[in-house]
Structures are given as structure tokens and as C-alpha cells.
């Protein structure tokens, strides 16, 4: 797909990796819509992109609202007249044991770690996806859709709600590219390892110099390394249903 002049929604645009994709596109020329819970610093971000003399919007929109999304999608359209790739990057993590002892004390995973992160990052993948889909099969054309998994989704210690989202992303991008493909629509994923981004600013310094001490290249990931591989997925038309590994060579 040529990305010049396409409209790309990516949420999360806020910061971090969303924010890093935006800043990327706008150099390439592409209209960006641009989610956020946070507008305050979404609006910080569309600015930077404006500058470039790009169209660039803000939509403070909650993922996870089934009535925020499919009013989102619509207003895009309107705005825009068309809708070509959907980044779905917005992400939270609620970290925490599924249970422990601390201090003779049982402590476990609440529920509401659990569906905070459920909602956000997997429910909010779904709307998104399949809000969408639904306008690229009203406007009969087609597009791409991107999907940020983890190298979590494997099963990562403290993280039983984050893994199982980013499996869950994974395995939704190989249904809808099997689901999509016959509309000439592709979707891919991106399972980044540890990106030098403000969600990992917030893991402690002591357990992040452990993970890099892990990490085969001794380093975090820098979000412009994510982006080179939304490029390639965008710029690859036979990419379809598969999941680009970009973790600095870290299993977990
Ligand atoms: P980040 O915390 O820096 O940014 C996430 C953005 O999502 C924020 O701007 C936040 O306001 C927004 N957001 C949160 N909840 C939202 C909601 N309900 N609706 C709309 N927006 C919402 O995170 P990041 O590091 O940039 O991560 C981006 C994506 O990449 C996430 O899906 C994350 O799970 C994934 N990821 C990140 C890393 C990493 O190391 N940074 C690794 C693997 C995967």
C-alpha cells in the first residue's frame, strides 16, 4: 500500500509508540486521525504533526466504549471521507502475581486489574477492528489493519491480564486476515519486546536493568524500530495474518 495520502486512526496517539507512528506517517505524508483517552497531550502530538502541513485530527474517544468507538469510526469518515488503516496500539498494563503471600497475608490479582486491562486491550482491539472493517466494507474498498500484541503473549510473570490480551490480539489478527482477506483487506500484528516508551519508564530501575540484562542486545528497543516494521507491513501487500517478532532477540 502507497501511504501517502491515506487516513490512518491510530489510538494511543497520546504518547509513546502511537505518538512515535503518528510522527513517522506525518513525515511520509499520511491524514491522521489520531485516539486518545488523553487529549491534553493528543492535542500536543496532532500539533507537532500539523506543523508538517499534514491533516491531522484529535479524537479523545475510551476504546473500550462499544458507543465512543462506532461514533469515532463514523466521524472520521465524515471528516475524512474515507478510512484506509487502523492502528490499534492503545494499551494499559495492571501488573501484579495471580496470587502470594506477603507477610503471611494471601494477596491476589483483583478483578478489576484483571477487566481494566481486559477492556482496554482487548475488547478495545475488537471494537476498533471491527468498527473498521464495517466502514471499509460499506465504502466496498480496501485497507490494512495493524495490531500491537507483546512478546507477553508467550506467558509473562505478574501479567496473567496483560498476556492474556496480547495472545488474544495475536490470534484475532490471524481470524480477521483469514476473515478479511476475500474484501482485499490485510491484517498484521507487531509483537514489540521492551521499547524505550513511558510504560516502561514505570517498571522499577533495579527490575528493568535485570530485563536488558536478558535482552541478547543489551538495550530497549527505541520506538522508531516499531515503526520500521508498521512500514513493512503496510508497504508488504502479501503480508497477511502473521505477527513480526521486533524484541531485540529477548524470549521470555
Ligand atoms: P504508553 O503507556 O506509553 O501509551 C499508551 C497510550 O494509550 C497512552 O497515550 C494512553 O493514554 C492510551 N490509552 C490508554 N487507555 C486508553 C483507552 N481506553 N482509550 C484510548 N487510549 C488509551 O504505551 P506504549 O509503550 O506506547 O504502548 C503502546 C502499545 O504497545 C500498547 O498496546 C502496549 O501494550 C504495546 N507494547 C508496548 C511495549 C513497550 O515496551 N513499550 C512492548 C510490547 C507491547
New binding site residues.
Given amino acids: 500500500m502507497e501511504i501517502e495520502n491515506k487516513v490512518f486512526v491510530i489510538?494511543?496517539?497520546?504518547?509513546?509508540?502511537?505518538?512515535t507512528f503518528a510522527q513517522d506517517l506525518a513525515a511520509r505524508n499520511a491524514r491522521l486521525a489520531l485516539?486518545?483517552?488523553?487529549k491534553e497531550?493528543?492535542e500536543q502530538v496532532v500539533d507537532t504533526c500539523s506543523k508538517s502541513d499534514i491533516e491531522a485530527r484529535s479524537y479523545q474517544?475510551?476504546?473500550?466504549d462499544e458507543s465512543e468507538v462506532e461514533a469515532l469510526f463514523n466521524q472520521v469518515s465524515k471528516d475524512f471521507g474515507t478510512v484506509d488503516v487502523l492502528i490499534n496500539?492503545?494499551?494499559?498494563?495492571r501488573d501484579g502475581l495471580i496470587a502470594r503471600i506477603k507477610d503471611g497475608e494471601i494477596r491476589k490479582m483483583s478483578l478489576a486489574n484483571w477487566q481494566a486491562v481486559i477492556?482496554?486491550?482487548l475488547t478495545?482491539s475488537f471494537l476498533c477492528g471491527r468498527e473498521f472493517f464495517v466502514k471499509l466494507l460499506e465504502q466496498k474498498k480496501s485497507g490494512v489493519c495493524i495490531n500491537?500484541?507483546?512478546?507477553?503473549r508467550s506467558g509473562n510473570q505478574g501479567q496473567s491480564n496483560?498476556t492474556a490480551t496480547?495472545a488474544g490480539v495475536a490470534e484475532m489478527t490471524v481470524t480477521w486476515a483469514k476473515e478479511m482477506a476475500r474484501h482485499g483487506i490485510r491484517v498484521g500484528a507487531i509483537?514489540?519486546?521492551?521499547?524505550?516508551?513511558?510504560?516502561?519508564a514505570?517498571i522499577r530501575e533495579d527490575v528493568k536493568q535485570k530485563i536488558i540484562e536478558q535482552i541478547p542486545t543489551r538495550r530497549?528497543?527505541d520506538?522508531s524500530e516499531?515503526s520500521h516494521s508498521v512500514f513493512y507491513i503496510l508497504e508488504n501487500d502479501y503480508f497477511t495474518g502473521r505477527i513480526i517478532e521486533c524484541d531485540g532477540g529477548l524470549r521470555i
Fill in positions: 489510538t494511543g496517539a497520546a504518547q509513546g509508540l502511537g505518538k485516539v486518545d483517552v488523553n497531550a493528543l474517544v475510551n476504546v473500550a496500539n492503545a494499551g494499559i498494563t477492556d482496554v486491550n478495545g500491537i500484541s507483546s512478546i507477553s496483560y496480547k509483537a514489540p519486546g521492551y521499547i524505550n516508551t513511558e510504560m516502561v514505570a530497549l528497543g520506538p516499531i
